[in-house]
């Protein structure tokens, strides 16, 4: 194990890893400010962390700040919303470079597709009795940071339309429902264009959510491996064991790396920073092996 802690294999060791490469800040739907996102990951006694706000890096500066007064590692990165045959699926860039090459003009599209989306959504939503929808979704976020589903599933909630949040996205936010508004995002091959150019490693945002089979599954990591992007969240919260090792299997095929991801959002859910299932003894790499990471990590904490 190299003098940072982090594996250079999976063993099947059950202690948690001190590290989460998929986290969330109120510079996108987090609840958290970027450096108060630190400060937790430190006091849960993380060493390496990524903060992967949606299709944004502007909580990254405040985060970078923070961490080298915690001393930890930061990877900036990002978390890119794409289109694959009819689902929306979220690719992870980990940017050790920041962003750079088109991926500037990339997250300079996503932020007009973002603002466009939630007036359709907002447009869609008043239909089934969401007076004002932008203006409530906006309440919600606090801020005036680009809105998402979240935002209007909070807003539908407030209004008394539903019970809670996970009612909203089944009823009118989920995949194929009025408020899921995909046609403004890139397809996956472009977006994992633009991490390749920014030096960049793409990764596959938990393929286990996304309600596919497994033939579909392997269908989507087949083209996303032909486009370059190479890594997948092995694990992403928590997971039955016999499904991750089935994932590794798919994803050995391919030649991708593993990642790891809460998806951490806000302090309270049964997800926080580090929580993560054990991973299982497999031959599937870490991605903090990858060449465009090793040395940085690796040398990162002593």
Known sequence: MPMNGLPERFDGDPAPLAIDLHM???????????????TLCKARGLTHMALTDHDTLEGVAEASEAAEREGLFLLPGAELSTRWQGHNIHVVALLPHGARGSLVAGLESQAIARRKRAERIAHKLEKVGLADALARAREQAGSARPLGRPDFARALVAAGLVPDVATAFKKHLGDGKAGDVKALWPEIATAVGWILDAGGVAVLAHPLRYGLTRRKRGLLLDTFHEAGGQAAELISGFQNADVTRDLSRQLQERGLYASLGSDFHFPGGHLAPGSMSPVPRTATLPVWTHPRLAGLMVAAVA
């Open 24 to 38: 969330h800040s109120t510079a996108s739907d987090g609840a958290l400010l970027p450096a108060d996102v630190v």
